[in-house]
């Protein structure tokens, strides 16, 4: 009861903005169509929504700003390593970015480790033993940082049950998608591309913004970016 007590007798020592004032500052706020729609094509392109922002660039005449085949390329990528096909993943980087792993000799090692998780995963051990000591033993020689993830990684054949072992996560799907993620991104990199859509970021500094106003003014929230809908105190 004191703690509740306290709570109210912050919030009445605080400032109060009714809804109708709220709703009043905001519409001073001027923000364009234009923008808006450059906000959203941008998050589009770099998650990989072709589709929805070739139908935004049709309807708003909003510039994409690079060529939206190549959207499907990235995403074709991605979805190799997210399923496991490394192999096919790198194919089809070379591809499309012939430079690209030459120049990032840690994205290239990170690709070759999860070829090696991958025949592990499939039982593949002879295979997987001859690939670790041709592919990414020779790299580790040079980098000690390659040597402890080559290392790491080895270690699942010491296991019977790897997936329950210490490194059983390289075996989990979120393992791929760190590889596919550090892929995405070098490859946005060297299109010269956002590497990550400005969307979310803004969302963050309104929930920071949200929380730097709580310590000062009691007003209306949005409690949900789901729903964002502004909502009383």
Known sequence: RDRVNRTRASMNAKKSIAMSEWERRLSDVSVSKADLNRLVMNYLVI???????????????????????????????RAAIQRGDVEEGIAKVNDLEPR??????????????????????????????????EELA???????????????????????D???????????????QKTAGELNTAILASQAQEKEPRL??????????QTQLDEKLVYPHINSLMAAKIEEP
Not at 101 to 127: C, M, V, W, Y
Not at 162 to 176: C, H, I, M
Not at 200 to 209: C, D, V, Y
């Open 200 to 209: 979310p970021a803004l969302l963050r500094i309104l929930t920071w913004g």
């Open 162 to 176: 790897a997936s329950a072992s210490p490194v059983g996560r390289l075996l989990d799907y979120t393992q791929r």
């Open 100 to 133: 690209l792993l030459d120049s990032n000799p840690t994205l290239f090692f990170h690709l070759q480790q999860q070829r090696l998780i991958e025949l592990i995963r499939k039982g593949q051990i002879a295979e997987a033993l001859k690939f670790a000591q």
């Open 47 to 77: 998650e990989g929504y072709r589709d929805a922002a070739e139908a935004l660039q049709k309807e708003s005449g909003t510039d994409p700003m690079t060529d939206l085949s190549n959207v499907s390329d990235r995403m074709a990528i």
């Open 138 to 160: 020779p790299q580790g020689e040079d980098n000690h940082a390659f040597l402890e993830e080559l290392e790491r990684t080895m270690a699942l054949l010491a296991f019977e």
